[in-house]
């Protein structure tokens, strides 16, 4: 098992114009915009007895009362360069608050004896 979550807060830390960075749901919705994170895969790809090669996934949240795509741009260029690939994005709006919620999931695959982030 991998731990990339400080490398991605370390990432996300560089993100400007976001009023709250989060672990998994956001604390408090009236600081927007929030940027939130977690860990939705990390699996041993199950190449050899001991792991060598472990499939990640984590998912990026963009909330804000206005539109995500400068964020979501940002986050791009930040996250890619570690090597995850992104598996995916989309945008809601929550008719009830009026706030706009982007999805972003990113994808890549751990190799340990490389130290380097592949695609699968």
């Known amino acids: 098992m991998q731990n990339f979550k400080p490398a991605i807060a370390e990432q ?3 993100l400007t ?4 960075l ?4 956001p604390k408090d919705f009236a600081k927007m915009p929030t940027v939130t994170y977690s860990e939705n895969n990390n699996s041993d790809a199950g190449y050899t007895e001991q792991e060598v090669v472990t499939d990640l996934e984590y998912q990026f949240d ?3 009362t206005g539109s995500t795509s400068g964020l979501a741009l ?3 260029d930040l996250i890619t360069p570690l090597g995850f690939r992104r598996a995916g994005s989309n945008e809601l709006v929550d008719t009830n ?3 706009n919620h982007r999805i972003l ?3 890549g695959r751990y190799d340990s004896i490389t130290g380097r982030i592949t695609q699968v």
Request: charged share 20%; proline share 0%; with cysteine.
């Open 74 to 76: 940002q986050l791009d």
């Open 22 to 25: 989060c672990a998994g749901y």
């Open 17 to 20: 114009g976001v009023k709250q």
């Open 62 to 64: 963009i909330w804000a």
């Open 97 to 99: 608050t009026g706030l």
């Open 12 to 14: 996300l830390s560089k």
């Open 105 to 107: 999931r990113y994808r």
